[in-house]
């Protein structure tokens, strides 16, 4: 029955990383982003899962054998990669504009893992300040950015 309750404690971190990343996830969404609420949901709950069976298998198994070696950085270093592999997918050039197109999706999918990492390490403080400085610069810094284009637009640059 203690093992029960020690794994309804270690979805605490999933669910955080449920509601956070889908706020970032939501945020995306309303503005039509090809990744939206559930891409970013699963990006944030994955990381978090990764991070706690990581961080579980180091505290149940450390202590049986000296040869076996736990790395938590190297698991971070893969939520990373993997990451930033489904990010590169986002990315795409516009043969019409010659721009990069997709690198805020690509920046927001790696924002959101690490928002699930700290969900995972249950460092649920960071990752609710790290989910409204994201929230932020999508949302605020969005849209000034979006108003400074249509400007210099209008002037002809």
């Known amino acids: 029955m203690e093992a029960l309750w020690e794994e309804v404690r270690l ?7 449920f509601v956070l990343s889908g706020l970032i996830g939501w945020e995306r969404e309303r503005l039509g982003r090809g990744a939206g609420l559930r891409t970013y949901i699963l990006i944030g709950v994955s ?6 069976l990581a961080d579980t298998l180091i505290v149940r198994f450390a202590d049986d054998s000296e040869l076996v070696r736990f790395d938590l950085v190297g698991v971070l270093g893969a939520v990373v990669s993997g990451v930033s592999f ?18 805020t ?17 249950h460092l649920y403080v960071l ?5 409204l400085l994201f929230l932020f610069t999508l949302g ?3 849209r000034l950015t979006d108003r400074h284009k249509h400007e210099a637009s209008d002037r002809g640059f």
Not at 47 to 52: G, M, N, P
Not at 90 to 100: E, K, L, N, P
């Open 140 to 142: 605020i810094l969005g």
């Open 47 to 52: 990381a978090a899962l990764f991070v706690v």
């Open 127 to 131: 990752a609710t300040g790290a989910t």
């Open 86 to 103: 489904l990010g590169a997918g986002a990315i795409f050039s516009d043969r019409s504009s010659g721009q990069a197109k997709g690198l």
């Open 11 to 17: 979805m605490q971190g999933l669910l955080v990383a």
């Open 105 to 121: 999706t690509a920046a927001g999918m790696l924002a959101t893992a690490g928002v699930g990492v700290a969900c995972g390490l």
